[in-house]
């Protein structure tokens, strides 16, 4: 596999080896040896998957308290996958990385603790899977905004959004609750 560093420190783009013949395809998606070879020590707890129809806009998501880490990739279709750096101590707090993962192209999106993370779908229906560091912990949730003019996310023009109401809900840049100085990942 390669790993790919973004600009956002931590937030890695995973691309693994992909080996295809007339039958289909065969990818290894997670082996912790080659992972912890390549920097990754992921401690994972639970796995999620959502499937989502065109236009479907997920996110962002964080933990405060309990701070997901996720390894995400996307088993059919294709969605604009996007992290927003919210660790008040990093040189790229507020910044935004994206990119489209998609079942053509097999990559995987490491997103740590510190992050909001959401995704919007592009084809007619996506399935997205990820790998969690920790559990989900509902009362924990927290949901940044969307289209935050501060934050200014470039999403891809899908037509139709169609959002959760917690969603439609998120807090803007200014009240959204942010991962203090000196915050460590555990």
């Not at 691309?15 to 990818?27: I, L, N, S, W």
């Not at 740590?112 to 997205?128: I, M, N, Q, W, Y």
């Amino acid at each position: 596999m390669n790993v790919v560093p973004t600009e956002l420190p931590g937030l890695v783009v995973i691309e693994p080896k992909v080996f295809g013949d007339a039958r289909g395809y065969f990818a290894e998606t997670f082996q912790a040896v080659r992972y912890r070879e390549a920097g990754l020590r992921l401690d994972f707890v639970q796995d999620n998957i959502s499937r989502s129809r065109r236009g479907t806009l997920r996110g962002l998501h964080y933990q405060l308290q309990r701070p997901q880490g996720k390894l995400v990739t996307v088993l059919s279709g294709a969605v604009f996958d996007v992290a927003v750096d919210l660790r008040s101590d990093s040189p790229t707090f507020g910044r935004w990385f994206g990119l489209e993962l998609s079942d053509e192209n097999h990559w995987q999106l490491y997103v740590p603790p510190g992050f909001a993370h959401g995704f919007c779908v592009l084809s007619e229906r996506a399935d997205f899977f990820y790998k969690c560091t920790d559990y989900y912990n509902p009362a924990d949730e927290q949901t940044l905004k969307w289209d935050d003019p501060t934050v200014n996310v470039a999403w891809p023009d899908v037509g139709e959004r169609i959002l959760s109401p917690k969603d439609e809900a998120g807090k803007p840049w200014h009240e959204a609750a942010k991962y203090g100085p000196g915050w460590v990942d555990r």
